[in-house]
Nanobody
Framework: QVQLVESGGGLVQAGGSLKLSCAASGRTFSSSTMGWFRQAPGKEREFVAY????????NYAASVKGRFTISRDNAKNTVYLQMNSLKPEDTAVYYCAAGAPLLLVKGTPTNWGQGTQDTVSS
């Protein structure tokens, strides 16, 4: 089991940047694929990105590719999401998640964080 706690959310103007962090506890973090999801008001939760345990493979949703970067530091049990060139449509609650890559892409990870709110003003 992996317990996940997100931080770093907030309010930013369009075109700005935010960096989210997800601190994980549990012995299996370093061997877990980690991901980020988001849920905008009135919409379903959607996949944003994942990174494999070694950090060598990443995958992004088309809507964020080229603007967002996922990374991890296994020594700190932390995964990050650097978000640049933010748009109002990026406003959402962002969730950290852990699970196999296929489960992450399908939206059914093994573990979820509690979420952090990001708001992008126009």
């Amino acid at each position: 089991q992996v317990q996940l706690v997100e931080s770093g959310g907030g309010l930013v103007q369009a075109g700005g940047s935010l960096k989210l962090s997800c601190a994980a506890s549990g012995r299996t973090f370093s061997s877990s694929t980690m991901g980020w999801f988001r849920q905008a008001p009135g919409k379903e939760r959607e996949f944003v990105a994942y990174i494999t345990w070694s950090g060598t493979t990443t995958n992004y949703a088309a809507s964020v590719k080229g603007r967002f970067t996922i990374s991890r530091d296994n020594a700190k049990n932390t995964v990050y999401l650097q978000m640049n060139s933010l748009k109002p449509e990026d406003t959402a609650v962002y969730y950290c998640a852990a699970g196999a890559p296929l489960l992450l892409v399908k939206g059914t990870p093994t573990n979820w964080g509690q979420g952090t709110q990001d708001t992008v003003s126009s």
